[in-house]
């Protein structure tokens, strides 16, 4: 919906279904990443469809640069 609203369509949100997003970023244990700040000069992958928008809103939050 995000999405197809940043092109233009006319649609408002006029219900949040969860309080937070079901979107979680993982890491191996034995990578040393122990929250957002240490994902700074690493590479992140996610899906695209939509599932793009919550770790790139994550990643500007934290000023870290996404390419």
Do not use: C, H
Not at 5 to 26: K, T
């Amino acid at each position: 919906m995000l999405a197809t609203r940043e092109q233009g369509a006319p649609l408002v949100n006029i219900a949040q279904v969860f309080a937070f997003s079901g979107m979680r970023q993982l890491a191996f244990k034995t990578s040393g990443i122990q929250g957002v700040a240490d994902l700074r000069g690493r590479k992140v992958a996610v899906w695209f469809g939509g599932n793009e928008f919550p770790l790139l809103s994550t990643l500007e939050t934290y000023r870290i640069e996404s390419s």
